[in-house]
């Protein structure tokens, strides 16, 4: 996952030729990795279609407590986007795999579990 912000170039003439800036819009990305299983629910074929159809789809990354005091628990992040690409590979005897990209649509939100 990766979350960017854009920065909007505020400077003006009272700024003695130094750059001034403000965050802007935030944006997200989600990519990931896949076996093919063939029997499952979800696979290959589910996010292909998804993508074609131009289905919205709600994501889930679930990120494992570090026990570390204050943070422990998963920390989870909840967001919904459209798939932009997905590939599936395989080399020559080996299980095959698929990765899928997702472009975020709207806010992602969090919580510690």
Request: glycine share 8%.
């Amino acid at each position: 996952m990766t979350i960017t912000t854009d920065i909007r170039d505020i400077t003006n003439k009272d700024d003695d030729g130094w750059k001034n800036i403000l965050p802007g819009l935030k944006s997200a990305s989600c990519a990931m990795t896949a076996f093919v299983a063939y029997g499952n629910d979800f696979n290959f074929q589910e996010f292909q279609n998804a993508q074609l159809n131009g289905t919205e789809i709600d994501i889930e990354i679930r990120v494992g407590a570090t026990g570390t005091g204050a943070d422990d628990g998963d920390r989870v992040y909840q967001m919904s986007g459209f798939i932009t690409s997905v590939e599936l590979s395989s080399a020559f005897e080996e299980t095959q795999e698929f990765s899928v990209n997702f472009d975020i649509n709207g806010a992602v939100t969090f919580a510690q579990q």
